[in-house]
């Protein structure tokens, strides 16, 4: 969350109303009786409202006017006395007279805007400064007031405009150099607000010296300097050591400088932070990978709110990535206890499955799925679980609840398709591949697992597939994947029909996947075999070293071109292409032995447990 300038801008236009009673009109100088009396009664007025006796102010101006007094100062005082003590509608009418009275002064219309801009009138306010402006064009007070008002009405360049005038009139002057640097900052100019703040100093008064500090450091974000701006900030904290808002650009900034363990040490946070505050700081760690420093912020706002689902949920996650699992999962478990959650079992699950206890995994998939069976997520991982550890049984039930619930969800489909390939129902799985590539036809991940179900289907298998992967392939004429998988389709379907084969029409949709993305190898694959199937062996040789370019692991691209060549007589070559093939298929089968090795001593103990209907009623078991 980005500091906002304006919880830290000066509120006021930065000429206060008590300010203007120095610039007050005078009492012409006429020697009259009632003359001398207006002058005595705006003199003492005036002595009282300095005191903060703005009530006896206010009696002896109303004295005099009631006595027939009619001088502008009058009014004039009259006007801040009733702002003083909030009554803002006398206040209005009285600098309204004053502006009649004098209208050629720009003080009535100052006093007007000031006032305006305190009531939150900021249009009004702005007009009262601009008629000010045309009575004296260089009046500094109008100038930084119509400057503040627009700055307030969000017109960043024109009020940007006449805070330089104002600046131009009295270089120098905090207030205007302040709210300058906020225009050009807020119009995107944070160059120039930069050189504008680099012209003042900090004020003594320490309200003043955050505002200063604390806008130094937004702009300095803006400009990308993170560590300019996390000097600021810590300047501005250390003057403020209460505000949660700059104790949080301080810790984005400094972690965002990429600093030294030493240099971003920092000060302790304000006292009394809500949950969420402590939370959100808590964030700000984690998403620099502080899970250490993160954690004492989470557990003070599960300490707050021991019934903070957010709050311990990220406490487990920090605790995990900082090595602490056992810990993350004692939490998790003792928060359970208290209010089961589909989440925080989710959660739970994740843990037990990286820290090896399987069957716990699997468990506490389970629980999330009977306490949120409206979740996608949690069908799918659950699913995954059983698929992961060779349990397919159980994942073909939990994918079939799945896709009956989530009839949108590609993955759904995919995770079924999976489990009946896993069982060698490749039929079945083809026809759940096929409707995954349907819902996402775009996905790259979907296309490739799509892939795996393609040299294990029978030759009638195709038949029922093949129109509606025609379908795909014409609304998605530009898919090489698409193309590929109708075209790949269609020849392994035509290829058992022996002499009686027709593979033209496969081998214009393959030749136009490898058109449309040269470095496809599984494209370049298929349109080998299709080579070599019509006895053009050089095409299909050309073909397969394009594949094993593409994907140099491809043991299948080595064995077919081994094969080729020795069809052609070059048996030094296909020797040598069938030997690479042996190594690659033993590279692979170390790896499904080591994967199988690691999940050895997964024993599933109860079977899936899943609503057995597609909607939401009470769970039945299966």
């Excluded at 009619?70 to 004053?98: H, I, M």
């Excluded at 209460?242 to 949080?248: T, V």
């Excluded at 932070?273 to 599960?302: D, K």
Aim: net charge negative; no cysteine.
């Amino acid at each position: 969350m980005n500091l906002s300038y304006r919880s830290i801008r000066i509120l006021h236009p930065g000429v206060t109303l008590v300010a203007l009673i120095f610039s007050a009109y005078q009492v012409p100088n006429v020697a009259s009786a009632q003359a001398v009396a207006a002058q005595a009664a705006y003199a003492q007025a005036l002595d009282l409202l300095r005191n903060g006796k703005n009530a006896d102010a206010l009696a002896v101006i109303n004295a005099a006017i009631d006595a027939g007094a009619r001088d502008p100062s009058l009014y004039n005082v009259k006007g801040l006395a009733a702002s003083e003590l909030g009554r803002d509608q006398e206040a209005e009418e009285s600098f309204r007279t004053l502006t009649r009275l004098a209208p050629r002064s720009a003080m009535g219309y100052n006093n007007l805007g000031v006032l305006f801009s305190k009531l939150g009138r900021n249009e009004e306010a702005a007009t009262a400064f601009r008629e000010a402006r045309v009575q004296e064009p260089e009046n500094f007070t109008a100038l930084l007031g119509l400057g503040t008002s627009l700055v307030k009405l969000n017109k960043y360049v024109e009020a940007a405009t006449y805070l330089q005038r104002a600046w131009n009139i009295r270089s120098g002057d905090f207030q205007v150099g302040y709210e300058w640097a906020l225009a050009l900052r807020e119009a995107k100019q944070a160059a120039a607000a930069k050189k504008v703040l680099s012209q003042l100093s900090a004020p003594q008064d320490s309200e003043l010296a955050v505002k200063y500090y604390s806008l130094a450091g937004v702009v300095a974000e803006d400009l990308n300097d993170a560590a300019a701006a996390s000097e600021s900030y810590r300047r501005a904290f250390t003057l403020n050591p209460n505000s949660y808002e700059i104790y949080l650009a301080l810790v984005r900034t400094t972690l965002s400088a990429g600093s030294t363990p030493t240099q971003r040490v920092l000060p302790s946070p304000p006292q009394h932070l809500s949950p969420e505050q402590n939370l959100a700081v808590g964030l700000l760690f984690v998403s620099h990978g502080l899970y250490e420093e993160a954690i004492p912020r989470f557990e003070e706002t599960v300490r707050q709110d021991p019934s903070s689902e957010a709050a311990i949920l990220n406490l487990a996650q920090a605790y995990s990535n900082a090595g602490k699992s056992s810990v993350a999962m004692d939490l998790i478990r003792r928060s359970l206890e208290r209010q089961p959650s589909a989440e925080l079992y989710h959660v739970l699950a994740n843990l037990d499955e990286e820290s090896g206890q399987y069957v716990e995994a699997a468990q506490s998939y389970q629980h999330a799925v009977e306490l949120d069976p409206t979740n996608e997520q949690y069908y799918f991982d659950l699913g995954m679980e059983y698929l992961a550890h060779f349990t397919f049984g159980p994942a073909l039930e939990v994918y079939r609840v799945g896709t009956q619930k989530f009839p949108d969800s590609s993955r759904q489909y995919l995770g079924l398709a999976y489990s009946h390939y896993a069982v060698r129902e490749y039929k079945e799985a083809a026809d759940a591949f096929t409707k995954a590539l349907e819902i996402d036809p775009g996905s790259l991940a979907v296309f490739q697992a799509w892939n795996t179900v393609l040299s294990f289907l029978a030759p009638q298998d195709w038949e029922a597939l093949l129109p509606r992967l025609s379908r795909l392939a014409a609304e998605h004429s530009q898919s090489a994947e698409l193309a590929f998988s109708y075209g790949a389709a269609f020849f392994h379907s035509e290829l058992a029909k022996g002499e009686k084969a027709a593979l033209d029409r496969p081998r214009t949709f393959l030749e136009k996947a490898v058109r449309l993305r040269p470095n496809f190898a599984a494209a370049h694959l298929e349109l080998g075999s299709l080579y070599a199937a019509r006895k053009q062996n050089q095409k299909a040789v050309d073909q397969y070293l394009q594949a094993i370019r593409d994907d140099p692991k491809s043991d299948v691209a080595h064995y077919r071109l081994g094969q080729v060549y020795r069809q052609m007589n070059k048996l030094e070559l296909a020797t040598q292409e069938l030997a690479r093939y042996q190594e690659l298929a033993r590279l692979h089968e170390d790896e499904l032995k080591h994967s199988r090795s690691a999940i050895q001593q997964f024993v599933l103990s109860p079977p899936a447990k899943v609503p057995a209907k597609a909607n939401d009623e009470e769970l039945s078991h299966k």
